[in-house]
């Protein structure tokens, strides 16, 4: 038999809403980060809505988005964002598209997350869900504290390497594949796959999915 995995976007897609944004004003009203912290927050939030409504150049946006964590404390932060995540992620996810990623556990298909979002805030959400492996970005850490250097950022292209390097690596055939996304931002992604699934889809992903006669959610 093929093996075969399902590759979901996080943020728009299965999540309704932009996780960091939900963890960092939840830290925010719980006193979970320090006043120098909390200062960077507006630099860090322009930011993260600049790459999300892809007003420029992905990565050097990112480039700017993560340097406003230089000095966090890495370790506290996944603490806090598992505490976060446990109470919070289930009733925030999409109905529908919850229940898709039960189906491909049922069907022994592989799971996956791939998303942009940071590492330490998004991978608690892998034992909620219980999917096989996140991929989101990784940034360098010193000390124990984030340096703000870009070691992994899944988007675009990079996405698109994550995945078939995932495939190479445990022999499943990409055609056989799912892929689920919000934006069209993930076409590249959608397009690798013999199965892409529109998710609530933007204008102009919704109009390419019925174009291409793609299944569509919402």
């Known amino acids: 038999m093929k093996k075969i995995a399902a590759f979901f976007d996080f943020d728009g897609t299965l999540y309704n809403g932009v996780i960091a944004f939900d963890f960092l004003s939840h830290a925010v009203f719980r006193g979970n980060l320090k006043f120098r912290e909390c200062m960077k927050l507006p630099g860090f939030f322009y930011y993260y809505m600049a790459d999300k409504l892809k007003l420029a150049d992905r990565y050097k946006i990112n480039q700017k988005l993560y340097s406003k964590i230089s000095g966090w404390n890495a370790e506290l932060l996944l603490k806090k964002s598992n505490d976060f995540a446990v109470k919070n992620v289930e009733k925030k996810l999409f109905p529908e598209v919850a229940e898709e990623l039960k189906n491909h556990r049922k069907e022994g298909h592989k799971t996956i997350i791939v998303t942009s979002a940071l590492k330490e805030i998004v991978f608690p959400v892998k034992k909620i869900l219980n999917v096989d492996e996140i991929f989101a970005t990784e940034i360098g850490i010193k000390n124990g504290r984030y340096t703000g250097e870009i070691i992994v950022l899944p988007v675009g292209e990079h996405r698109v390497k994550v995945i078939m390097d995932y ?22 992604m959608l397009d690798l796959v013999g199965n892409p699934v529109a998710v609530y889809p933007e204008r102009k992903l919704r109009g390419h999915a019925a174009k291409n006669e793609w299944k569509i959610i919402g």
């Open 167 to 188: 495939c190479r690596k445990n022999d499943i055939d990409v055609d056989s594949c799912y892929a689920y996304s919000d934006h069209y931002s993930d076409i590249a």
